[in-house]
């Protein structure tokens, strides 16, 4: 069964760095890959869409990239802020139609000023 | 333009009893999801509805769960019986199309005495 990994279960970093957070799967590769933030007591955010015919998306300080032949997603947060912090969660959509995402364990990010 | 509303926020049952937890979702959504996440777990799929049908259901449990959404009206999650272990935050989300980015509500949480 397809199997989902984000780096680490927590990453701290200091205010003004680029945080990097990372999304391995097993098997073969999506159709689809998003990411999502969720902060405590809250449902999840939708952030980015990436295609897997796209190796790169950016939206202001958020960056994706997808590589599959890795197998992985790399997650860029840049000039990151306190505000920042929270749990950040990648998701696989798989090419049937309709078919629901699947979501990682998730990374909880805190920025340190 | 009001978001994926769910009710209610918080939900306590004894042993045994019915829960139902109900999912309004964005207007122009015709694609409902509900996942079910545990103390520091990821989410869960569950079941995938279109309305008045279910798409996939491959993460309900067999017995106890069911899943609706009709044609007029919210989207239900009902556990029968309920026992400790169904305690968790069961979020709904919704989408335009299968392949769009979900937007999330705010879950219910459920906690069984």
């Known amino acids: 069964s397809q199997k989902i990994e984000q780096n680490s279960e927590a990453l701290n970093i200091q205010e003004g760095k680029t945080a990097t957070l990372t999304c391995n799967y097993t098997?073969?590769?999506?159709?689809?890959l998003q990411w999502y933030r969720q902060d405590p007591g809250r449902g999840p955010v939708f952030l980015l869409l990436?295609?897997?015919?796209?190796k790169e998306k950016r939206k202001e300080r958020l960056k994706v990239t997808f590589d599959t032949t890795l197998k992985q997603s790399l997650f860029h947060i840049t000039a990151s802020q306190p505000a920042d912090s929270a749990t950040y969660l990648c998701?696989?959509?798989?090419?049937?139609?309709?078919?629901?995402?699947?979501f990682g364990p998730g990374t909880r990010l805190s920025v340190l000023p | 333009n009001a978001g994926v509303m769910q009710n209610p926020r918080h939900l306590v049952r004894r042993r045994g009893q019915e829960a139902r937890l109900r999912c309004s979702p964005m207007?122009?959504?015709?694609?409902v999801y509900w996942y079910r996440q545990l103390p520091e777990e990821g989410l869960k799929f569950m079941v995938y509805l279109q309305k008045e049908n279910i798409i996939d259901e491959s993460g309900m449990p067999k017995e106890r769960f069911s899943a609706e959404f009709p044609k007029e009206g919210p989207s239900i999650l009902r556990i029968q019986q309920v026992v400790r272990g169904d305690s968790a935050a069961y979020f709904c989300?919704?989408?335009?199309?299968?392949?769009?980015?979900?937007?999330f509500g705010s879950g219910t949480r459920l906690t069984v005495v």
């Open positions: 998701a696989l959509q798989y090419d049937n139609y309709g078919q629901n995402f699947v």
């Open positions: 989300a919704s989408s335009r199309r299968g392949r769009d980015g979900y937007t």
């Open positions: 098997n073969y590769s999506p159709a689809y």
């Open positions: 207007k122009g959504h015709s694609h």
């Open positions: 990436i295609r897997e015919n796209e």
